[in-house]
């Protein structure tokens, strides 16, 4: 459902160490499990090589219950996930972590059949959504993750969505 007066809400920060990047992924997990909507939503981040989009994403899997190692998705593309959620009516949640980075054509998104995981209820992660192009939904939440002069992360988080507004800091 998009935003009633349809403009995007745009906040900014700053993570300062991994152990921001991490306090804010373990927040946003209480926000998508706490979300009217579940953990139905997509997250798309943005960022240079080396940003934190992945360290981003793997505290947040690990903040919503994903155990044992959280790979990067860069060579096999998405990496799927299920954990225990009381809200889902199976009593799980299905998250997909993609990477788009090594698509050379934004074809491939449609070519490796994602379609269907993106029409589904779960939580999609995606890094590099701009190499797909405009295949990809609109997102709920853009996370965009700049690196400083320092090792200061400047973020800045644009919801396109209710549901992306409710995962807001």
Same mark, same amino acid.
Request: avoid cysteine; charged fraction near 20%; hydrophobic fraction near 45%.
């Given at each position: 459902?998009?935003?009633?007066?349809?403009?995007?809400?745009?906040?900014?920060? =700053?993570?300062? *160490?991994? =152990?921001?990047?991490?306090?804010?992924?373990?927040?946003?997990?209480?926000?998508?499990?706490?979300?009217?909507?579940?953990?139905? =939503?997509?997250?798309?981040?943005?960022?240079?090589?080396? &940003?934190?989009?992945?360290?981003?994403?793997?505290?947040?899997?690990?903040?919503?219950? !994903?155990?044992?190692?959280?790979? *990067?998705?860069?060579? &096999?593309?998405?990496?799927?996930?299920? !954990?225990?959620?009381? &809200?889902? &009516?199976?009593?799980? #949640?299905?998250?997909?972590?993609?990477?788009?980075?090594?698509?050379?054509?934004?074809?491939?998104?449609?070519?490796?059949?994602?379609?269907?995981?993106?029409? *589904?209820?779960?939580?999609?992660?995606?890094?590099?959504?701009?190499?797909?192009? *405009?295949? #990809?939904?609109?997102?709920?939440?853009?996370?965009?993750?700049?690196? #400083?002069?320092?090792?200061?992360?400047? !973020?800045? #988080?644009?919801?396109?969505?209710?549901?992306? =507004?409710?995962?807001?800091?």
């Amino acid at each position: 459902m998009a935003i009633e007066d349809h403009r995007h809400i745009v906040k900014r920060m =700053a993570w300062d *160490s991994e =152990a921001q990047t991490q306090a804010f992924a373990e927040a946003l997990a209480g926000k998508l499990r706490a979300s009217a909507t579940g953990a139905n =939503a997509l997250i798309q981040l943005h960022g240079d090589l080396g &940003a934190g989009k992945t360290t981003l994403a793997r505290h947040l899997l690990k903040a919503l219950g !994903v155990t044992g190692r959280v790979k *990067s998705p860069t060579y &096999a593309v998405v990496e799927p996930y299920s !954990v225990a959620d009381p &809200a889902a &009516a199976d009593g799980m #949640l299905a998250i997909w972590h993609f990477d788009f980075f090594r698509f050379n054509d934004p074809d491939e998104w449609e070519e490796a059949g994602f379609r269907d995981i993106f029409a *589904s209820p779960g939580l999609k992660l995606v890094e590099w959504p701009e190499k797909a192009g *405009s295949h #990809l939904p609109p997102a709920d939440l853009d996370i965009h993750i700049e690196m #400083l002069a320092s090792e200061t992360r400047a !973020v800045t #988080l644009t919801a396109h969505t209710d549901a992306g =507004a409710a995962l807001l800091p």
